[in-house]
Structure formats: structure tokens, C-alpha cells
């Protein structure tokens, strides 16, 4: 079990170095990563429809996609729980298959629980994340009607948002969970094949970049 324990703390640590490497270059260059890109632009969306009333049907529209997304996400979440949940009561008819390629890592039924536990709470993580990303789009769908502040509707537009990121980040890590479950050098493999993807996924575009860095010196 020391074994497995040991490759989880590593990639979880290379996960966590990872993110923090990403904080470290958006001080340096805020437009650094999709996700500020996308934080501006729903501000400056907000704005922009607030500011033309003939943009109505256009908003609620936009809204309603982004919630129909973000449900359509967290159901998934909750039929990735019952599918974990289903699979904890047959690790002993799986177990001689699953752990074919397990050259490394302890087989017991013990550690068994502890890597579906692990999978099934970070499917929580999901669910939770894009129901509250649910519950704050439908929020905006009334404030964007309303005479409240285009910078106070936006804030509630961006927690969305990042809500919605947290769940898709829940999805990703679920990624070396599941070949945990196979051996700890198949997860380790698989973390360091997300963190390539992630890097790919999460910087932005240098147009967008300079379109970020156009608009905030506007």
C-alpha cells in the first residue's frame, strides 16, 4: 500500500505544481491562460448587453446554453457516482482482471476502497461545482434584465464561470483516478500525459492574448 500511496502524493504534488506554475505566469502576463481571457470577456459581454437592450433575446439565450451545459454536466456527474458506486461491490469478481498490468502496487481490497472513495469524491467535486454554476447562470438571467451594476452582474457571471472550470478540472483529474485503479505507474503515466494536455488546453491563443491586452490598455 506504501507504494501506491507514494505515486498518489506524486502526482497529486505535479498536479499542484503544475497549477501553481500557472498562477506564477498569470502575475507576469494576465493573459496568459484561456481561463482570464474568458473572465474578461464575459465582463465585457455583460457590459455590451446591458449597455443595447436589442441584445435581450441574445443573452438569454447565451445563459440558457451555459445552463443547459452546466446540467448537462452535473447529471453526468451523478451517473459517474452510481457507476462507482456499482463497481465497489464487485472488486473481488474484477479484481484478477484489473490488476493484470499491476506490476507495482499493492492488490489488497483495502486499497481497492480507498482509490473508489477517491474517484467517487472527486465526482462529487463535479457535481457540486457545476450545480452551483447552474444556480449563479440562472441568478444573472434575472440581474441581467435589472438595473443593478453590469460590474456586479458580471462578478456573478465570472463565479459561474469558474464554478463551471472547477467541475471541468474535476472531470481531468478523474483521468489518473481511473488508471489508478490498474497500477500506480499507469496513473503516474496518465499524469503526466494531463498536465501536457492541460498546458495545451489552458494557455491562450497569442491573438486572444493580444486582443486581451488591446482591450485592457483601451
Not at 9 to 25: D, E, K, N, S, T
Request: aromatic share 14%.
Amino acid at each position: 500500500m506504501a507504494g501506491d500511496m507514494l505515486v498518489f502524493f506524486v502526482c497529486a504534488g505535479l498536479l499542484g505544481a503544475y497549477h501553481i506554475y500557472l498562477r506564477i505566469r498569470l502575475r507576469r502576463n494576465p493573459s496568459f491562460t484561456i481561463q482570464a481571457v474568458n473572465f474578461k470577456a464575459r465582463a465585457q459581454w455583460v457590459e455590451g448587453v446591458m449597455g443595447d437592450r436589442t441584445k435581450d433575446v441574445l443573452a438569454i439565450q447565451t445563459l440558457r446554453n451555459s445552463t443547459m451545459a452546466a446540467t448537462l454536466m452535473a447529471s453526468t456527474a451523478v451517473l459517474l457516482i452510481i457507476g462507482v458506486l456499482t463497481l465497489s461491490g464487485q472488486g473481488e469478481k474484477l479484481s484478477g482482471t484489473w490488476h493484470v498490468l499491476n506490476f507495482f502496487g499493492d492488490t489488497r481490497a483495502e486499497l481497492w476502497v480507498i482509490k473508489l472513495l477517491a474517484l467517487m469524491a472527486d465526482f462529487f467535486v463535479a457535481f457540486f461545482s457545476f450545480s452551483m454554476s447552474v444556480r449563479l447562470f440562472n441568478h444573472v438571467g434575472y440581474m441581467i434584465n435589472t438595473p443593478i451594476s453590469p460590474r456586479h452582474v458580471a462578478m456573478y457571471l465570472n463565479k459561474a464561470g469558474s464554478y463551471y472550470s472547477v467541475g471541468m478540472r474535476a472531470y481531468y483529474f478523474s483521468v489518473p483516478l481511473v488508471f489508478w485503479l490498474f497500477g500506480p505507474l499507469l496513473m503516474l503515466a496518465s499524469t503526466v500525459a494531463l498536465i501536457v494536455i492541460l498546458y495545451n488546453i489552458d494557455r491562450a491563443p497569442s491573438f486572444l492574448s493580444e486582443d486581451f491586452k488591446d482591450s485592457n490598455g483601451a
